[in-house]
Every structure is written in C-alpha cells, then in structure tokens.
C-alpha cells in the first residue's frame, strides 16, 4: 500500500541534533518504517528510488536547505517530470532560507500532528505554494546534476566560506553566523588587503536563455527560483526581456560604481532608476543561463565546484508542489 507521506528525517541537521526524542519515537511509531534517517547521500538516493518505484507522492524533508537540496536531486533523478512528489519542508537545519519561502510553517510534534490531519483528510495538496527548483548541471555528461533553490558565486561564495569556519559555524545559530559573516564581509571590503580582491571578484561569463550578456570580473553572482528571502531583501528585478516563472538572477560587475548605495536599496527590496540603467547591474527572470568561471559557487549553503572547464548551466524543473500547513 501507498503510503499517504513519509518522512527523511536528518538527525544530524542542528535543530534534529538535541530535545528531538519524543519526536523521533511519535513519527516511528505512526509511520514505521516510512519514517526514513538515510545516513550516506548514496543511502539517501537509494531511499528516494525506492519511494520513485512505490509512487510515493508526499515527501516531508525534516532539515535544512542542504538535505531539501539533496532529496529534490534525487528526486529530479528517479522521478517522471510529469509526476513528481509533493513537498514539505520542515526548517531543521543550519540553512533554512528556502523554508521561508515554501516551508511548512511547523516542525516537530505539531508538524507530525498537523501532517496526519492532513492525511486524514485525503488531501495533503490541499493548501500549497508551487515553484520550481533549480537545477546545475555541468558539461560533462558524466557529473549528474543536482538541485537547489539558492545559486550563488564571486563575493557570495567569500561569504559562505567565512560563515563555515568552525569559529562561527560551530558558536552560532544560523541567524547570528549570518551577522557574524556580514561584518566580517563588511570589514573584508573596508581593509586595504582585502578590499581589490573581493571588489574585483571573480572572472565570469554569462549566458542567458542563448544570448551573450557579460563577460570579464563579477563582483557579485546571484540566482533563485525562490520568491521570497528573509527580512524584505529581494536584489533582482525584471528586465524587458524577462519573465516571472524562471530563474531570477543578479550579475554585478568588478568594482560596481555607487556599491553602497546599491546594497542599501537592494536590501530593502527596492531598484532606484539610475542602478537599472547602470550597465554593472544586470538581473532578470530566465530558464536557462550558463556560466562560465572557474571559482567554486554555492547551491543551497553547500559549496560546490565548477569543473575543469568552468562550464555549469542553470535550468528549471517542472512546478514542485510545497505543501503549507
């Protein structure tokens, strides 16, 4: 029999790691072995063809954006494109940006409460918010590709690296590591050491939807296929050729004219005239881009490489189904 949802479960993730038990023991208990803690990402690829062969068609992922990201990779794998799972996500990890945009709302006993009322009532897509994942493929054929919601390289990628240096990773929740990184990026930008190297970037070139748009140092490389981040900050905006229901990116170049000025408006969500007629500011909505750079970027928190060539393409899955509680 079909089960109505399973759970992957990360004991590992830092809210699973203490005052979980009861938890662990209610969920075993109400879906035996459907209550799933895959160890190795092999382990977990295996669990998710399992789940593709049995036609499981509600997925709760109880992590962060690092094991969301692995399940919707395992799931673009071995699911059809025309039948994919739906999603909830329960915030238990040390990332859980994209769980402010399609999360379930809950985690723990009142998720598993709120999940079997759900079930109960034979319909768990029945309050959801639809989008889709973005997937990083590379040029060789070999190098399967994986999924995430949040792409991002040059000074974004300096940041994460400092956010996972055991000091702030190991001292912080992930709200504070945030600000933590934040002023250590700050002061990066405002020593004379550091502050060429991280305004300069990285070397990029970029490709959107089979049009050249920029080539040369990138100061800042952003994408998503979220609608939403944290605290009102949404840096992108629609070019004339754009759409909505793609990915949306921000590329800005080396050594950005008025940066300050830019930083302070983009976070709060708003693009004065003069930052889209600036030719250092680019963004859009797209469904395919490919980037050309050496560098290592980050999808989901985790970084990643680009490959000996420097060669990855960023596509779009089919509309994913989150369920909301």
Not at 203 to 211: C, M, S
Not at 285 to 301: N, P, Q, S, T, Y
Request: charge should be positive; charged fraction near 20%.
């Amino acid at each position: 029999m079909t089960p109505r949802f399973v759970i992957i479960h990360n004991p590992r993730s830092r809210r699973n790691r203490s005052g979980n038990e009861h938890y662990s023991m209610m969920a075993r208990r109400s879906l035996g072995d459907d209550f799933l803690t895959p160890g190795a990402p092999d382990e977990l690829v295996r669990t998710v063809a399992d789940l593709a062969r049995r036609n499981v068609q509600c997925i709760v992922v109880d992590g962060g954006d690092g094991t969301l990201s692995d399940v919707l990779s395992a799931v673009h794998c071995h699911y059809r494109p025309d039948s994919l799972p739906a999603i909830a996500v329960l915030p238990s990890g040390n990332t859980n940006l994209i769980a402010g945009d399609v999360g379930f709302g809950l985690r723990g006993m009142e998720a598993l409460s709120r999940l079997n009322r759900l079930a109960a009532g034979g319909d768990m897509r029945r309050n959801i918010r639809r989008r889709r994942g973005l997937v990083v493929s590379w040029s060789d054929p070999q190098r399967l590709p994986v999924v995430g919601m949040f792409h991002g390289g040059a000074a974004f990628r300096r940041g994460i690296e400092l956010a996972h240096q055991p000091a702030i990773l190991d001292r912080y929740s992930h709200e504070m590591a945030v600000i933590v990184t934040l002023g250590s990026s700050i002061a990066h930008l405002l020593s004379r050491r550091f502050r060429q190297e991280w305004m300069q970037g990285d070397q990029v070139a970029l490709t959107v939807e089979g049009t050249p748009r920029r080539s040369g140092p990138c100061f800042l490389f952003l994408a998503t296929t979220l609608q939403k981040l944290p605290h009102g900050v949404w840096p992108f905006w629609q070019g004339h050729d754009s759409h909505d229901d793609g990915i949306w990116y921000l590329d800005v170049a080396g050594s950005p004219p008025r940066l300050t000025g830019a930083v302070l408006s983009l976070l709060r969500g708003r693009v004065p005239a003069w930052l889209r007629r600036n030719a250092a500011y680019d963004s859009g909505c797209a469904r395919r881009i490919r980037l050309e750079m050496k560098e290592d970027f980050v999808l989901d928190g985790e970084v990643l490489d680009s490959g000996p060539d420097g060669v990855t393409y960023l596509s779009v899955t089919p509309p994913i189904d989150f369920i909301q509680a």
